[in-house]
Every structure is written in structure tokens, then in C-alpha cells.
């Protein structure tokens, strides 16, 4: 290319394609997306995303940065990998999914009330804590994610099946006053947060 | 034959008095019966899911992962490791995949591991336990060790997504895995022909976020099952158990069905079929009791 063409592609190039680029993982892969859209036929949850995949790559492309970041679309991704092993360019869709969701989180401007995000987070907070997962912990605290009182006819919505737990021996109530985890979990807390210093260094600035 | 010995890393739903502990108790069993050691990584930790990304992104989820990782080659680098988990496999093969293929972020993650004085080389090899039952031990050998086949049973072989993509087993197609089937058949048990939701998702961890989308998955997953003349459905994964069995009964009011169509491991029945009893093979871990294979099980 002649310095003038670099001139020129860099003048059209779209800067939300180079912050997702930069920023999201494996976002090096968007610009590979050629809009067939098996990946938006092959979701199970489908018909459920503002933006099926294929529309968000090329959204990304078109520089819509705010519709895509706010929008649950990619929330509703089950991690169930069938759009990464049926793409034709092999793309790996799930893990750009969750990236861009994570990106959305990180910059605080991901969909407050959507429900997947809140047991994320709550979900991320339980395993960090003890560095395993204290599943009556982890359950109370979805059930309450929406308030008290949805979390009481939750609660007692789930109650038959929370007994059917306890009666076979799947549910630890001791857990909830005593839950003793990993034993290197300060050891855990210092490599989680080394690692988001890392990461947090890396990442170009886009406002990310 | 030799006593095989891998890492084992059992995962926080093996816990016990956790949503699979009925798996880790029929693993053990099934593997006491083929002569595997499994050897816990000591003080392993959660290896952040499905859902770990929300938060944790990229490096934290990876180094994360890479600390179980460590330290399972710190103690034994000649054993694989294993993973009962479909989730915990994916996610800790996932960070081993990524970290040997890229310098950048092996030496980010080593840097966070070096906060707890560990560190990390990608030496071992990472596998689910199906991986080791069939090129491990082989379908032959693993046939072998049946005393009580398993005949007149119908068993649906629900693979479900994480232990079937993006890795999958070697030699199987991700659209139609046959190595459930013949697990089922090898055991004496007849499987469903044309299972058509073998690999179809069940929601996985929006099972709890997104309860009502998920059970619609559910739904299909089991009346395809029925539709088959299936007695039980059988599957790999502590995620796809949980979801499949425990909402059975919110799917039947919401949908005026009457399913109540036992969901268990591949474990469980491999130990029956090995002549384990009920206990042993954590048969009362089943909230919908799986009565044709507990009546096998106490067959003297």
C-alpha cells in the first residue's frame, strides 16, 4: 500500500473496531465475521438477543459503541459453544461474547437490571471469596438479587426443590454459617488482583 | 493391569454435601472398579464457570485457573490431569490451550502466580474423565469388568454442550456423538436411537438467571427423551444433570406435563453395571429415584 492508502484507512478506519480490538477478548477476530449467520440460528436462546452476533460484529464495523455495550444481547449467551464449532471462519463467537460483556461490565455501563449480569456478579463474589463456589450461599443470594420481597416467593417458589436437595444430600445448610473453601485463598486474592492490575495496564485507551 | 494415576480436580459441585456430589461418589466407585488413582490436587480452587467472564475477564479467569494448574505440576508433572466437570475441563483446558499457545499471556499469568509463589509451564495435558475411560481404558476393556448388564433399560444419552464443545472428544462429530450410546449399549443397556437433543443446551448457568427461557430448553430435552421410549436419561455433566432433573416439576406446572424421567451420570450406571450398590454409586442422590437401575443394584 502506498503511504496514502495507510493515510486513508486510517482516516476511515472505525475506532470502535480498534477499541474492541484492543480491549476485548479476542476482539482481534471481529473484522473476520462474514455475516453468514449461523451463529444467530445456532443460539439457543436466539430469538432472545436484541443483536444476534452476526449483527453485532457488524455493528461493531458500523460504530454503533453504546447500542452494543448497553444492550443484554450478549447476556443471554448459555456458553454452550455451538456458534464457536459451526462458524465457517472459526470465529471464536463465545469467547468475543463474553468479552464484550465483560468490557460492557468493566467500563459500568453494561444493562443494571439484567438478570444474568446480577448472578454474575454475585456469582464472581461467592467464588472469589472463599475461592469455591458455597452453593447455598450462591442460591440465596439469586433468589434476593431483585429485592426482598421477589425474594421471598422466590424463595418459596424454589422450596420443594431445595428440600429434594437436602433430602439426597446436595445442600450443606452448615454452609451458610460455616464454609471453609480453599485454604490458600489469600493466595487467590493476590493473584486475582495481580492479574486484573495486568490486565487493566494493557488496555488501550478507549475510555476503558 | 498397571494402576493408572492422574490429578484429579473434582470441582466445587463435588464437594461433599454439593449439587453433584453423587457424581464424585460414582467416580470414585467407577474408577476403583477399572484400577484409575485419582490423586486430588491439593487445595484446588473454583475455576470461574460459565459465567466467570462477567467479571473476571480474560487474565484474572485465566490465572485463576492456572493456579490449579500449577499446582497439579508441581506435585505429579507426569500425570494428566482430570476433570469429572464439564465445566471445570472446559475452563481449565481453555486457560492451558491459551496460556502454551501465547508467550504474552503465559508471562502475565505467571507474573500473578508468582504473588503466590507459583509457577506455571503447561507440561500436563488436561482431560475429562469420559476422555480417559475411552482412550485410556478403551471400550473393551471397559465392557470387561460388567457382572450385571444392565438389560431392559432404555437410557437417553444426554451429551450436552460443554463436554462436547468447543473440544469435544477425539474421532466424535459435535452434532452427533456417538460415545454415550455405546457406553450405554457396552454396559447392556439399550440407548435411544436418534436422540435428537443429545447435544442441545439446557441453559447452563441461566438455568438460575434466566429460569423460564431455560426451561423451555428443558422441556425439549426431556419430552425427546420420552419421545424415544427413554426409562432414563443419562449424561456427563453436573450442569446438564441439575438443570434436567431438579425443574422437572416447575416444567410440569407451567406446562401441564408429567415428566419424572430420572437424570443421571455415566458413572452411576457404569457402577451398577459393575456390580456397586445403590450407596455406592450414590443412587440416593437421585431427586427423581431411579428405581429399575436401584432394583438391579440390590440384585444380589
Redesign the interface.
Known sequence: MSDLDTVMVKKYRNNFLKEVEANV?EGEWVKMCMQCGVCAGSC??GP?WEHPPQEIFMMIRAGKRDEILRSSSMW?C?????C???CPRELPI?HIM??L??YA??LGIAPKQN???????I???N?TKA???N?PVLGVG?YFMNGFKEGIRTTL?MA??GM??M??????PF?FMFYRG???KK??H???????E??LAKAAKFGG | MAKKEYMFYPG??S????????YEISAQAMCDVLDIRLNEIP????C?????????????R???S??NLAIAEREHPEQDIVATCAACWLATREARDRLEEDGVLMR??N??????G?KYEAKQRVRHMVEVLIEDVGYEELGRHVKKPLSGIKIAGYVG??TN??F?IEGES?ENPKYLDKLVEIMGAEPVEKYDKKV??C????G???PE??QA?IKDIVEAAYDGGADMIVTPCPMCQLNVE??Q??INKKYRTKFEIPVLYYSQIMGVAYGKTSKEVGL????IRARKLEELAEKG
Open positions: 477478548e439457543p436462546l432472545y443471554m448459555t456458553s454452550c459453544y455451538n464457536i464449532v459451526r463465545t463474553h468479552g460483556a465483560h461490565e468493566r438478570p444474568t449480569r446480577k448472578f454474575a456478579r456469582f464472581w463474589g467464588l475461592g469455591r463456589v452453593e439469586l417458589k420443594p426443590v429434594g436437595m433430602k439426597t444430600k446436595r445442600f450443606n454452609a480453599c485454604k490458600g493466595d487467590i493476590k493473584i486475582i488482583k495481580k492479574a486484573r495486568l490486565e | 466445587c459441585s464437594e461433599r454435601l454439593a449439587s453433584a456430589s453423587n487445595d484446588w480452587n473454583c470461574g464457570a460459565s459465567i466467570g467472564y462477567a467479571v473476571g475477564g480474560e487474565l484474572p485465566l490465572a485463576l492456572a493456579r502475565e499469568a507474573e500473578a502466580l508468582a504473588e503466590a507459583l454442550c460443554q464443545r468447543p469435544g459435535f442441545a443446551c441453559g447452563g448457568a441461566l438460575f438467571s434466566e427461557k431455560s430448553l431438579i425443574y416439576n416447575q440416593d442422590g437421585q431427586i
